[in-house]
Protein backbone atom coordinates (compact mmCIF):
# COMPACT_ATOMS: atom_id res chain seq x y z
CA UNK A 1 0.00 0.00 0.00
CA UNK A 2 1.27 3.59 -1.07
CA UNK A 3 1.94 6.45 1.65
CA UNK A 4 2.05 9.83 1.02
CA UNK A 5 4.43 12.25 3.73
CA UNK A 6 4.03 15.79 3.18
CA UNK A 7 6.65 18.20 5.18
CA UNK A 8 7.62 21.67 4.84
CA UNK A 9 4.91 23.60 6.60
CA UNK A 10 5.35 26.03 9.38
CA UNK A 11 4.89 29.42 10.55
CA UNK A 12 6.11 32.63 8.06
CA UNK A 13 5.55 36.17 8.29
CA UNK A 14 3.11 37.74 5.23
CA UNK A 15 4.88 38.11 2.23
CA UNK A 16 7.23 35.05 2.96
CA UNK A 17 7.17 31.57 0.93
CA UNK A 18 7.32 27.89 1.83
CA UNK A 19 8.35 24.94 -0.51
CA UNK A 20 6.19 21.89 0.70
CA UNK A 21 7.05 18.53 -0.35
CA UNK A 22 5.11 15.30 -0.42
CA UNK A 23 6.98 11.87 -1.48
CA UNK A 24 4.75 8.43 -1.98
CA UNK A 25 6.60 5.54 -0.88
CA UNK A 26 5.36 1.77 -0.69
CA UNK A 27 3.82 -0.85 -3.10
CA UNK A 28 3.38 1.14 -6.09
CA UNK A 29 4.23 1.21 -9.97
CA UNK A 30 3.12 4.44 -11.03
CA UNK A 31 1.37 7.74 -9.90
CA UNK A 32 -1.04 9.59 -12.13
CA UNK A 33 -2.22 12.80 -11.17
CA UNK A 34 -0.91 14.87 -8.48
CA UNK A 35 -2.20 17.52 -6.50
CA UNK A 36 -2.48 19.87 -3.30
CA UNK A 37 -5.28 20.59 -1.27
CA UNK A 38 -6.12 22.97 2.01
CA UNK A 39 -8.34 23.11 4.64
CA UNK A 40 -8.74 26.09 7.14
CA UNK A 41 -10.77 26.17 10.40
CA UNK A 42 -14.28 25.99 9.81
CA UNK A 43 -14.01 25.48 6.24
CA UNK A 44 -14.25 22.50 3.48
CA UNK A 45 -10.93 21.42 1.94
CA UNK A 46 -10.20 23.32 -0.87
CA UNK A 47 -8.18 22.10 -4.15
CA UNK A 48 -5.21 24.46 -4.62
CA UNK A 49 -3.04 23.05 -7.49
CA UNK A 50 -2.66 19.69 -9.54
CA UNK A 51 -0.28 18.59 -12.63
CA UNK A 52 -0.78 15.65 -14.42
CA UNK A 53 2.02 12.84 -15.01
CA UNK A 54 2.86 15.10 -17.97
CA UNK A 55 3.50 18.07 -15.99
CA UNK A 56 -0.24 20.32 -17.06
CA UNK A 57 -0.75 22.51 -14.29
CA UNK A 58 -4.02 23.97 -13.24
CA UNK A 59 -4.73 26.44 -9.91
CA UNK A 60 -7.38 27.88 -7.73
CA UNK A 61 -7.61 31.38 -8.65
CA UNK A 62 -6.69 32.45 -5.19
CA UNK A 63 -2.89 31.37 -5.36
CA UNK A 64 -2.38 31.78 -9.40
CA UNK A 65 1.02 33.81 -9.80
CA UNK A 66 1.90 33.28 -5.98
CA UNK A 67 1.91 29.62 -5.88
CA UNK A 68 3.84 26.86 -8.59
CA UNK A 69 3.14 22.73 -8.37
CA UNK A 70 5.76 20.72 -10.33
CA UNK A 71 6.77 17.29 -9.49
CA UNK A 72 9.98 14.51 -9.73
CA UNK A 73 8.71 11.40 -11.48
CA UNK A 74 11.84 9.77 -10.37
CA UNK A 75 11.12 10.06 -6.69
CA UNK A 76 7.28 10.09 -6.83
CA UNK A 77 7.45 13.29 -5.04
CA UNK A 78 5.39 16.33 -5.79
CA UNK A 79 5.91 20.02 -4.82
CA UNK A 80 4.07 23.24 -3.99
CA UNK A 81 6.20 26.64 -4.12
CA UNK A 82 4.51 29.13 -2.10
CA UNK A 83 5.54 33.04 -2.59
CA UNK A 84 4.03 36.29 -1.42
CA UNK A 85 2.02 34.38 1.42
CA UNK A 86 -1.05 35.96 2.86
CA UNK A 87 -2.65 35.26 5.92
CA UNK A 88 -5.35 33.66 4.12
CA UNK A 89 -3.23 30.90 3.09
CA UNK A 90 -3.45 29.47 6.75
CA UNK A 91 -4.62 26.25 6.26
CA UNK A 92 -3.51 22.31 6.87
CA UNK A 93 -2.38 21.44 3.50
CA UNK A 94 -2.82 17.97 2.07
CA UNK A 95 -1.31 15.88 -0.53
CA UNK A 96 -3.59 13.85 -3.22
CA UNK A 97 -2.31 11.60 -5.77
CA UNK A 98 -3.69 8.71 -8.23
CA UNK A 99 -1.57 5.99 -7.08
CA UNK A 100 -1.34 2.79 -9.23
CA UNK A 101 -0.73 -0.56 -7.87
CA UNK A 102 -0.79 -4.30 -9.21
CA UNK A 103 -2.15 -7.09 -7.81
CA UNK A 104 -2.40 -10.44 -9.64
CA UNK A 105 -1.71 -8.85 -12.65
CA UNK A 106 -4.85 -6.54 -12.29
CA UNK A 107 -3.97 -2.45 -12.03
CA UNK A 108 -5.66 -0.77 -9.66
CA UNK A 109 -5.80 3.37 -9.11
CA UNK A 110 -6.50 4.59 -5.75
CA UNK A 111 -7.03 7.93 -4.85
CA UNK A 112 -4.49 8.54 -1.76
CA UNK A 113 -3.94 11.23 0.72
CA UNK A 114 -1.16 12.59 3.16
CA UNK A 115 -1.32 13.35 6.55
CA UNK A 116 -1.41 16.93 6.18
CA UNK A 117 1.31 19.91 7.33
CA UNK A 118 0.19 22.91 8.85
CA UNK A 119 0.96 26.36 7.45
CA UNK A 120 -0.04 29.40 9.26
CA UNK A 121 1.12 32.73 8.07
CA UNK A 122 1.00 35.36 10.91
CA UNK A 123 2.78 38.99 11.96
Known amino acids: QAQLVESGGGLVQPGGSLRLSCAASGSLFSIGAMAWYRQAPGNQRESVAS???????NYADSVKGRFTISRDNAKNTVYLQMNSLKPEDTAVYYC?????????????????WGQGTHVTVSS
Open 51 to 57: ITSGGST
Open 96 to 112: NADVWTTSGGVATMLSS
